[in-house]
């Protein structure tokens, strides 16, 4: 798949130092990011915190 090459090469830049930023949709491929992601709902920056805590509220109690 050419977004796993891609990513392989990115991967390749921050090897050698780089900061490598990527804004996706594609869940997949954020789910196999090695770095920091960060998430943006509603124009608020979300922290890995946020997400966890409303990932775990949405599956204990079906709230979403």
Not at 14 to 27: C, E, L, Y
Not at 29 to 52: F, W
């Amino acid at each position: 798949e050419s977004a796993a090459v891609i990513l392989q090469l990115l991967h390749r830049f921050h090897d050698r130092g780089a900061t490598v930023v990527v804004a996706t949709h594609d869940k997949a491929l954020i789910a196999s990011a090695t770095g920091r992601v960060l998430q943006i709902r509603q124009g608020r920056l979300e922290t890995p915190a946020d997400i966890l805590s409303k990932r775990i509220t949405t599956e204990l109690y079906s709230v979403r």
